[in-house]
């Protein structure tokens, strides 16, 4: 009766450590399982914090290429100056045309649009030029580079003394300044006693 007893104790011992086993062995896998889930959610959050890093930079970068490009175009914009520029002259194509050259001597490039402003000075008096109808083109004027606008006057031909001009006074549109040109042009005078001389707008000379 006795050894009945104790088998029957050490049958109890058994199943009770068995349990045990199995309760460990199923804890482990769930908390394994939980520590998975933990760590794939921790990746996915990694990647998106990297895409949106990635899609900031690209703004960041797009953004700045506009900034560059409006800076350059401002820098190229601003007005020709009369003491950025060099002043020369020239035969035009046919008789009665002066050819007036504007030279940027800027580092930069320049923009001018319109007529000059022209007066033709000599012994007998000053006279300021008419504007012609042509049309005022736009004109960008690179470092280095030159622009320029045509005087047209009646050559003296009829054997007379006409009216003898001897400086040219040039104020390039937009400007208050001038500058002035040491020329010498015998213009006739016809009908009236005042010279006809016409000035084009810049940018419209050959």
Known sequence: MRAQKQVAVVTVALVAGLSLTACQGGGSSHSGSRHSGTGKSGHSRTST?????????VRGAAAGAGAGA???SRSSGHNCTTSG???STSGGMGEGTLIVNLKNTGSVSCTSQGFPGVDLAGKDGTVSATRSK??????????????????????????GSGTTFTRLVVTPPGETHSTTLPVHLNVGVFDSTTPTITVDPVGTGK
Do not use: A, D, M, Y
């Open 134 to 159: 042509f049309g005022t083109p736009h004109v960008i004027v690179p470092s280095g580079q030159e622009t320029r606008f045509t005087l047209h006057f009646t050559p003296n031909t009829g054997g």
């Open 70 to 72: 409006v800076g350059s």
């Open 49 to 57: 914090h990297k895409t949106t890093t990635h899609r900031k930079s």
């Open 85 to 87: 520029l060099g002043f």
